[in-house]
């Protein structure tokens, strides 16, 4: 069994978990696409089978959230599961917020929040952080497409979407969003809405996902529905299969292969040369 499922993460479970329970369910090997944190719920897409072969191809699609920041106070996590180490009392208006947006669009050098998975000399931020050491992580370069405010939800806590790309920490956005505000804030709650094409009115539970089992599951050539074709000529089609050197007619980018209406994989030019950086033949 090969594809992808779109599930609807419940919070408090974590992205392994979810993987974990996949794994069980379809008795195929599996991973998440761009993991959530437990407080977090929505879209988790999670490959399955062979589709596992398109991970690096496609955790780095642009994400959908909602999000709830809250101002005032803040938290050792950046959200809502942490301590409180600071309280300040300034609250910003919805004027204030939609000003300070404004400044979060586009490309951003963002700290990662020290409770997280970012690997420091070969140790995950957040076990040294709950060891008590000093963490400091260096800022990576993200970029949010788009960061609107959507209402006031109480004296303190804003309704925010954000579309932006993989790796966008949202807990720094709180941070740092706040901080443009001379206050200080956390991330309250997060429902991711869209993770790439998978969007969360197509989304199952676990327990529809147990139900249903194999029909939850997309073709694995559903997320490249984007990615342009490159038919090979049939006297190719030993050549591209055993991997000898074919002339490549494309120049750059990825592009679906296809030789005598046979789908090999993902294909690039690598010296004028076809490249299959992700083989997927026979996998449907």
């Known amino acids: ?25 379809f008795r195929e090997k599996a991973g998440h696409l761009g993991t959530l944190d437990p407080g977090a719920s929505g879209v988790l897409p999670i490959a399955v089978g062979q589709a596992t072969k398109l991970f690096d191809f496609l955790t780095n699609k642009t994400k959908y959230y909602r999000a709830f920041f809250t101002f005032g106070k803040t938290t050792d996590t950046l959200d809502s599961y942490g301590t409180v180490t600071e309280t300040n009392g300034t609250l910003p208006n919805a004027d204030d917020v939609s000003v300070a947006l404004k400044h979060f669009c586009g490309q951003l050098n963002q700290v990662p929040p020290v409770f997280s998975a970012k690997s420091v000399n070969g140790v995950r931020a957040y076990k040294l952080a709950r060891s008590g050491a000093q963490v400091e992580l260096k800022p990576r370069t993200v970029t949010v497409y788009g960061i609107d405010l959507v209402s006031r939800l109480s004296a303190d806590t804003f309704v925010i979407d954000i579309r932006c790309s993989g790796g966008t920490y949202i807990r720094s956005l709180a941070r740092d969003i706040a901080a443009y505000c001379g206050t200080v804030g956390y991330m309250s709650g997060l429902i991711r809405l869209q993770s790439g094409c998978f969007d969360i009115a197509r989304a199952y539970t676990l327990d529809e996902v147990r139900e249903l089992k194999e029909s939850c599951l ?14 090979f000529a049939d006297s190719q089609y030993d050549d591209i299969d055993f991997g000898r050197m074919v002339k490549c007619p494309f120049d750059s980018g990825y592009r679906k292969v296809y030789c005598k209406n ?22 449907n």
Request: hydrophobic content about 45%; overall charge negative; glycine content about 10%.
């Open 262 to 283: 046979v789908f090999f994989g993902l294909g690039v030019n690598e010296g004028g040369y076809l490249k299959i950086k992700y083989y997927l033949k026979n996998v």
């Open 218 to 231: 997309t073709d694995t050539l559903f997320p490249l529905s984007d990615v342009e074709e490159c038919v």
């Open 1 to 25: 069994m090969n594809g992808f499922v779109n599930v609807l993460k419940p919070v408090g479970a974590t992205a392994s978990d979810i993987v974990v329970c996949v794994k069980h369910i």
